[in-house]
């Protein structure tokens, strides 16, 4: 067995020469890129996700010139050690058959390594408390697994019968969301013991048979500190309404402070090392669509993914690959429809009854691969499996819009977005009921909810494709100019001929508005 250079990632970052010398690499990024690859399994790592992780908060207009040089200044100055890099157009991989990596040892991971940005300082907090390492010291206690976690559902037993079974069926509907969305333990009725680190959720109904009241709570800790509490009051007859679109919304608001929770309070979970905290805030900068922040969101789903391999993460990682297409976000199509849909069928094999999973697999059949059949089949068996899930609803109004049913697309879009009235990414409800009344012809109200929409996120281009048209089908044609230009500065090769005339242009909805008048969009140039 021949010798090898020995890449020490335990103290100072340095590569070891079989002459014993050391090998200086003085560039801070190209070191972080080694360590990336050397920590990952098989060495290999996406371009995008090194890019996310090393240029994602950087002012550059080229970070993948800066990943290519940063590659070619790495192998020549990694010649005379014979360590290997190789990449294509999606992956960089360290060939590990020709490094020893060294990773143990009483020093902190890559130490002094920390002048790479805020992105690329979150994976090195991350991978130090992976290895119960810190710059400063050992964490005083791990976090709990995931496993050891646990949300507790407790129906407070109403006096009468129906009441007990509405509470029964109301906190097997708020089990079925937690499931889907998070990793601990999800158990209904009271535990045998009592952990610190137990999240507890009540439900309690009031009331006769036809006026129900329904209050839910989010506790922590063992003094059980309140975090959110909600209710309701509905007219209630025959069955008990868990189905009611007033119980549905508790639930998601319900659902959305455990989010929050999860999302704010990495203290509590002991490091950011935790798939939940990560995942969630992945949605939040996905959320953001603004192209860095799609791809920082991408990285942290994958890194939830190695430390739990959920369909949930593969899932919205093929969202994602959505968003890019529609946001304009990559040059090559056929990349990003040959990742959604592996990420799409792992997603499905891993978690086929996730209606969270059915879903986003919904959109991304429907906007990235095209196709609108089995788009439709996964959204209707979304919403069937959890009928509280927005985003359910939103892929089945999309299908819907885009197989020729706008009055069901309609009805599903209005159904989501009444879900999700307090979702911090209202946009993007406002934004799928307003292509569906685009396609009733309901132009006054379509440009309302466009306004609404691109008003809470400015860099979301699609509001602003349809304003252009909306407002010079009106005979705004100020404003119609204006929007034109705002869409120019975010998306520059934009003109009113792709919007009229190219059909590969995300707008196809235009084509279908009874009522609008595209001639009207030429007029402008």
Known sequence: ?????????????????????????????????????????????????????????SPSTDPSQNLRQAL???????????????????????????????????????????????????????????RHQSDQCVPAAPAPAPSQRRVLIT??????????????????????SLRELFSPEVLVGRAPDDRPSDMRVTVRSFGSTE??????????????????????QIQARGAPPVDHPDVLRLVNELVQAIGDHYLGRAQWLGSAEDPDHLCRRAIRAMFEIRK?????????????????PRGLYLAWRAQIRA?????????????????????????LELEPNNSMVLATVANTMGHLIGNREKSLILARRSVLLNPANPMAWWSLSSANVYGGSAD????????????????????????????????????DEATCLAE??????????????????????????????????????????????????????????????PGLDLDRISSLA
């Open 155 to 176: 129906p407070m037993s109403a006096a009468d019968q129906a009441g007990r079974w509405f509470e029964d069926l109301l906190a097997d509907v708020v089990a079925r």
């Open 72 to 130: 070619s200044q790495l192998r020549k100055v990694l010649i005379e050690s014979g360590i290997q890099i190789s990449a294509d157009r999606r992956q960089v991989r360290l060939h590990l058959d020709t490094v020893d990596i060294i990773d143990s040892g009483d020093q902190a991971f890559l130490e002094g390594i920390d002048r790479c940005g805020e992105t690329f300082e979150d994976w090195l907090r991350i991978e130090r408390v992976a």
């Open 211 to 232: 006026a129900l009241g329904i209050r839910a709570t989010f506790e922590t800790g063992r003094q059980r500190q309140q975090v959110w509490a909600g209710h309701r």
């Open 452 to 513: 609404l929409a691109h008003s809470q996120n400015d860099a979301f281009r699609p509001p602003l494709r349809y304003l252009v048209a909306l407002y010079a089908n009106a005979g705004r044609e100020e404003e119609a100019v204006a929007a034109a230009a705002k869409l120019r500065e975010i998306e520059p090769d934009f003109s009113y001929e792709r919007l009229v005339r190219d059909e590969e242009y995300p707008a196809s909805l235009l084509q279908r508005a």
């Open 292 to 308: 860095d922040s799609v791809d920082v969101a991408d990285a942290l789903l994958a890194r939830a993914f190695d430390l739990e």
């Open 1 to 57: 067995m021949f010798e090898k250079s020995k890449l020490h990632l335990r103290g100072c970052f340095r590569i070891e020469l079989i002459s014993g010398e050391f090998l200086p690499i003085a560039a801070a990024k190209q070191q972080a890129i080694l360590a990336m690859l050397a920590t990952a399994t098989g060495g290999v790592r996406s371009r995008a996700w090194l890019l996310a992780n090393l240029w994602g908060d």
């Open 323 to 347: 968003i890019r297409r529609v946001e304009k976000h990559a040059t090559d199509p056929a990349d990003l429809v040959g990742e959604g849909q592996a990420f799409a069928a792992q997603a």
């Open 408 to 443: 069901a697309s309609y009805r599903s879009a209005v159904h989501a977005r009444s879900l999700a009235l307090l979702s911090p990414h209202r946009f993007w409800w406002d934004n799928q009921l307003f292509g569906s009344a685009v396609v009733l012809g309901r132009l």
